[in-house]
């Protein structure tokens, strides 16, 4: 059975950095596409970020663009998110996903999920 967990949050002053990691099992990981999503309290999942199975071409939502940092390493089968930089809007809970062909930016296109790892901002 696939499964997805997250690791690496915790609480930072805002302009820190912190960097998630996310362990795959149950499933071939260099077949999946693999992304970021995060949740804030009273909003709707977002899309972070996404790399493609090979580690050569990543897409970002603009608010993180040039501050995050996504990667993955398929003999580890661990994907990563460095996160520089942070703001207090950054806080949520964070979720890694993977994913088939297709779009990358919604969550009814990736697969399997994540628990979640809490990242909170502080200013």
């Known amino acids: 059975q696939a499964q997805l967990v997250e690791s690496g949050g915790g609480l930072v002053q805002a302009g820190g950095s912190l960097r998630l990691s996310c362990a795959a099992s149950g499933l071939t990981f260099s077949s999946y596409a693999m992304g970021w999503f995060r949740q804030a309290p009273g909003k709707e999942r977002e899309f972070v970020a996404t790399?493609?199975?090979?580690?050569?071409?990543?897409y970002y939502r603009d608010s993180v663009k040039g501050r995050f940092t996504i990667s993955r390493d398929n003999a580890k089968k661990t994907v990563y998110l460095q996160m520089n930089s942070l703001k207090p809007e950054d806080t949520a809970v964070y979720y890694c996903a993977a994913r088939g062909d297709g779009g990358h930016s919604l969550p009814y296109e990736y697969d399997y999920w994540g628990q979640g790892t809490q990242v909170t901002v502080s200013s």
């Open positions: 790399v493609n199975r090979s580690d050569r071409i990543t």
